[in-house]
């Protein structure tokens, strides 16, 4: 391990139970809603729905029935993720039935592993003679990788070996199979998420080869002649996707080694998942130039290719970056899984060195552009999550066609319903951070904790209606005085923070370290700390080199991005102005949107009446007064369709 950094770890998810607010509701909603739904879409159960059939392809491969693999290549990383997700639900409401059937899925996987331990349904049933044999466009590390985090988070739920063996077998298939030796394949993934998982892989078995794997996966990416290029002139230069040739090699990360990659390129989720995967590495390795590298891109993302909703990835080609501060809000790809994807990374980093800045990304990530992935019901989801959204333009022109203007129930590309599964189903794993002297609070949400700090039992108490409020209630319970410094991270919206401890004030500028507020002291049963963040309504400027939002601004309260609706502020958005001097009042409402705070402020907005039929004239456009409502981002497309604005004009 690295000894210079914090060396956080996670609170492991049974430690951690959330009772409510925002982040409960969002987490009960997987157990009521999402779970059960995701079942009947893997079994083609959602009438009007694209067939999923996941679960038939694990029947066919285990022989258990007939007929032809349907799907993608990677449908079998819907299951692993339903099943992950079903695993973090299953540690914090144990439910026998779930449980029961979850089991039954297992036994199912085992009986579609092959002798040789390999596991994919897609080529077990449709192209048994072509393992391994185009990696760049095949998944089948990839889908590897999701199963893995499967097996280890439901052996750690239920302390059941039966998925984990089965993984342990595959992982070692491809441990013989991939490497330097002499006889092995110099290959790697063309989709990265095995390298994160490998690491799960290590640490629950404590096992170093899988730690070499995740390791050697990284140092041989990019080396060359490519590995990609070797692959395709061998399999006699045919591809399973036309044009993904065309895509190169930054599409995958492979265009130059990872330690010298320095700007994010390529397809966001992959990119995501590697620099995740990486940030693992060097933690389990102290590996400097690696942990540089995370740095690197880490700073080239959340400065300049990131939108305001820690949304990634702005091109619907390739699904990927472009380049710095080109945030178009109208045709943003912003898939949902790389902002969780980014969620990922950000408490990597976050674990490297407890920096308050990781944290806050994390929260903006999670609040605005993975919440906007689900349907307050939990049975719709967007995919893609732009910051603008004129319904026509969606179904009319060709360059916004990725776009669509209301959730989905299901998509044939499905990564992303699942993998919000599994976040907000283990969202209370990235409230907290421990290692032994100090305890973080990283997110504000109503909830308890019990860590064990030097073989003291500590359980901390947290009251709060953040993100609606900025106050925060922490109570400790011991049966012994305990000494630890307790670090409460100041968020960086935040420029108004008080803290009291035991009633008494504390001034936090001195206690300060990396932008959590760390105090230090002998802990007493029923101790108290409280934190009032101050959380008005801030207008958010963009860098002038983000074109798109020249003269604009996006409202922001506490950690939630605002945006206005057609339902509540009429058509055509962008005709809405804020005047310099606007003022905004905020109101609790309880009865839409799941219980939101709503935005109300006095804009103007062009009066378009005058012009009768005329398409351009001399004269100005008059301005009239009106009111605006804006809504969290995150909720929007939850009422009737319409347009949606984040970016409003300012200035007139
Ligand atoms: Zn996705």
Same mark, same amino acid.
């Given at each position: 391990?690295?000894?210079?950094?914090?060396?956080?770890?996670?609170?492991?998810?049974?430690?951690?139970?959330?009772?409510?607010?925002?982040?409960?509701?969002?987490?009960?909603?997987?157990?009521?809603?999402?779970?059960?739904?995701?079942?009947?879409?893997?079994?083609?159960?959602?009438?009007?729905?694209?067939?999923?059939?996941?679960?038939?392809?694990?029947?066919?491969?285990?022989?258990?029935?007939?007929?032809?693999?349907?799907?993608?290549?990677?449908?079998?990383?819907?299951?692993?993720?339903?099943?992950?997700?079903?695993?973090?639900?299953?540690?914090?409401?144990?439910?026998?039935?779930?449980?029961?059937?979850?089991?039954?899925?297992?036994?199912?996987?085992?009986?579609?592993?092959?002798?040789?331990?390999?596991?994919?349904?897609?080529?077990?049933?449709?192209?048994?003679?072509?393992?391994?044999?185009?990696?760049?466009?095949?998944?089948?590390?990839?889908?590897?990788?999701?199963?893995?985090?499967?097996?280890?988070?439901?052996?750690?739920? !239920?302390?059941?070996?039966?998925?984990?063996?089965?993984?342990?077998?595959?992982?070692?298939?491809?441990?013989?199979?991939?490497?330097?030796?002499?006889?092995?394949?110099?290959?790697?993934?063309?989709?990265?998420?095995?390298?994160?998982?490998?690491?799960?892989?290590?640490?629950?078995?404590?096992?170093?080869?899988?730690?070499?794997?995740?390791?050697?996966?990284?140092?041989?990416?990019?080396?060359?002649?490519?590995?990609?290029?070797?692959?395709?002139?061998?399999?006699?230069?045919?591809?399973?996707?036309?044009?993904?040739?065309?895509?190169?090699?930054?599409?995958?990360?492979?265009?130059?080694?990872?330690?010298?990659?320095?700007?994010?390129?390529?397809?966001?989720?992959?990119?995501?998942?590697?620099?995740?995967?990486?940030?693992?590495?060097?933690?389990?390795?102290?590996?400097?130039?690696?942990?540089?590298?995370?740095?690197?891109?880490?700073?080239?993302?959340?400065?300049?290719?990131?939108?305001?909703?820690?949304?990634?990835?702005?091109?619907?080609?390739?699904?990927?970056?472009?380049?710095?501060?080109?945030?178009?809000?109208?045709?943003?790809?912003?898939?949902?899984?790389?902002?969780?994807?980014?969620?990922?990374?950000?408490?990597?980093?976050?674990?490297?060195?407890?920096?308050?800045?990781?944290?806050?990304?994390?929260?903006?990530?999670?609040?605005?552009?993975?919440?906007?992935?689900?349907?307050?019901?939990?049975?719709?989801?967007?995919?893609?999550?732009?910051?603008?959204?004129?319904?026509?333009?969606?179904?009319?022109?060709?360059?916004?066609?990725?776009?669509?203007?209301?959730?989905?129930?299901?998509?044939?590309?499905?990564?992303?319903?699942?993998?919000?599964?599994?976040?907000?189903?283990?969202?209370?794993?990235?409230?907290?951070?421990?290692?032994?002297?100090?305890?973080?609070?990283?997110?504000?949400?109503?909830? !308890?904790?019990?860590?064990?700090?030097?073989?003291?039992?500590?359980?901390?108490?947290?009251?709060?209606?953040?993100?609606?409020?900025?106050?925060?209630?922490?109570?400790?319970?011991?049966?012994?005085?305990?000494?630890?410094?307790?670090?409460?991270?100041?968020?960086?919206?935040?420029?108004?923070?008080?803290?009291?401890?035991?009633?008494?004030?504390?001034?936090?500028?001195?206690?300060?370290?990396?932008?959590?507020?760390?105090?230090?002291?002998?802990?007493?049963?029923?101790?108290?700390?409280?934190?009032?963040?101050?959380?008005?309504?801030?207008?958010?400027?963009?860098?002038?080199?983000?074109?798109?939002?020249?003269?604009?601004?996006?409202?922001?309260?506490?950690?939630?991005?605002?945006?206005?609706?057609?339902?509540?502020?009429?058509?055509?958005?962008?005709?809405?102005?804020?005047?310099?001097?606007?003022?905004?009042?905020?109101?609790?409402?309880?009865?839409?949107?799941?219980?939101? !705070?709503?935005?109300?402020?006095?804009?103007?907005?062009?009066?378009?009446?005058?012009?009768?039929?005329?398409?351009?004239?001399?004269?100005?456009?008059?301005?009239?007064?009106?009111?605006?409502?804006?809504?969290?981002?995150?909720?929007?497309?939850?009422?009737?369709?319409?347009?949606?604005?984040?970016?409003?004009?300012?200035?007139?």
């Amino acid at each position: 391990m690295a000894e210079d950094h914090a060396n956080l770890k996670e609170v492991p998810l049974k430690n951690v139970k959330i009772k409510g607010g925002l982040l409960g509701y969002k987490n009960e909603l997987v157990r009521k809603e999402l779970i059960p739904y995701l079942w009947k879409v893997l079994n083609n159960e959602i009438p009007d729905a694209d067939p999923s059939n996941a679960i038939e392809n694990f029947k066919i491969a285990a022989g258990e029935s007939d007929g032809e693999f349907v799907g993608m290549v990677f449908q079998d990383s819907d299951v692993a993720k339903w099943l992950e997700a079903v695993a973090y639900q299953l540690t914090s409401n144990p439910d026998k039935e779930l449980e029961k059937l979850a089991d039954s899925v297992i036994e199912l996987i085992e009986k579609a592993q092959q002798p040789d331990g390999y596991l994919n349904t897609y080529f077990t049933i449709a192209e048994p003679d072509k393992k391994w044999t185009n990696l760049a466009e095949c998944h089948e590390l990839y889908c590897a990788g999701h199963m893995m985090e499967a097996a280890v988070a439901y052996y750690q739920a !239920t302390r059941k070996r039966k998925l984990l063996d089965v993984m342990i077998r595959f992982a070692d298939l491809i441990n013989d199979k991939f490497g330097t030796e002499p006889g092995k394949l110099k290959g790697y993934p063309g989709h990265q998420e095995i390298e994160l998982a490998l690491i799960k892989l290590y640490k629950v078995t404590g096992d170093e080869k899988y730690l070499k794997l995740a390791k050697y996966f990284i140092d041989e990416r990019g080396q060359k002649p490519y590995f990609f290029d070797r692959e395709w002139e061998k399999r006699g230069k045919t591809s399973y996707w036309s044009n993904f040739r065309k895509l190169g090699m930054d599409y995958f990360q492979a265009h130059k080694s990872v330690r010298e990659q320095e700007v994010a390129v390529g397809h966001a989720v992959r990119a995501l998942y590697m620099y995740s995967g990486m940030a693992d590495v060097a933690r389990e390795t102290g590996d400097k130039t690696l942990i540089e590298t995370c740095q690197k891109l880490w700073d080239n993302i959340t400065k300049k290719q990131m939108y305001i909703t820690g949304g990634v990835g702005t091109s619907s080609y390739g699904e990927s970056f472009t380049f710095d501060y080109d945030l178009p809000n109208d045709t943003a790809y912003t898939e949902t899984c790389a902002a969780i994807a980014l969620v990922f990374f950000a408490q990597r980093m976050l674990h490297l060195d407890a920096k308050a800045e990781y944290a806050d990304l994390m929260e903006r990530a999670l609040y605005n552009g993975v919440l906007s992935g689900v349907s307050e019901n939990g049975k719709k989801f967007f995919y893609v999550n732009p910051l603008e959204v004129q319904p026509k333009v969606c179904k009319k022109r060709n360059d916004h066609k990725h776009v669509k203007p209301t959730r989905q129930k299901w998509f044939g590309c499905a990564c992303c319903p699942p993998n919000i599964a599994r976040l907000l189903a283990s969202i209370s794993g990235y409230i907290y951070s421990d290692n032994n002297k100090e305890v973080y609070v990283n997110l504000y949400t109503d909830s !308890t904790a019990d860590f064990y700090i030097n073989n003291k039992y500590i359980s901390l108490k947290q009251r709060t209606n953040y993100p609606w409020g900025g106050k925060v209630n922490l109570a400790i319970t011991t049966n012994e005085m305990a000494k630890f410094t307790l670090a409460l991270r100041i968020p960086g919206w935040c420029k108004e923070a008080k803290l009291k401890v035991n009633g008494e004030s504390i001034s936090i500028d001195k206690i300060m370290n990396k932008g959590y507020v760390s105090i230090e002291r002998i802990w007493d049963n029923d101790d108290t700390a409280e934190l009032i963040l101050d959380m008005p309504v801030e207008k958010i400027y963009a860098n002038p080199q983000v074109r798109e939002n020249i003269g604009k601004v996006a409202l922001q309260r506490g950690p939630i991005v605002y945006c206005l609706e057609e339902v509540d502020n009429g058509t055509n958005l962008p005709a809405i102005y804020f005047p310099a001097d606007t003022e905004f009042s905020v109101e609790y409402r309880e009865d839409i949107l799941g219980g939101v !705070t709503v935005i109300s402020g006095e804009a103007l907005r062009l009066d378009d009446i005058s012009w009768t039929d005329n398409l351009y004239r001399t004269k100005e456009t008059k301005y009239k007064p009106i009111k605006i409502t804006a809504v969290p981002y995150y909720a929007w497309g939850n009422r009737e369709p319409g347009e949606m604005l984040v970016w409003i004009r300012e200035g007139c």
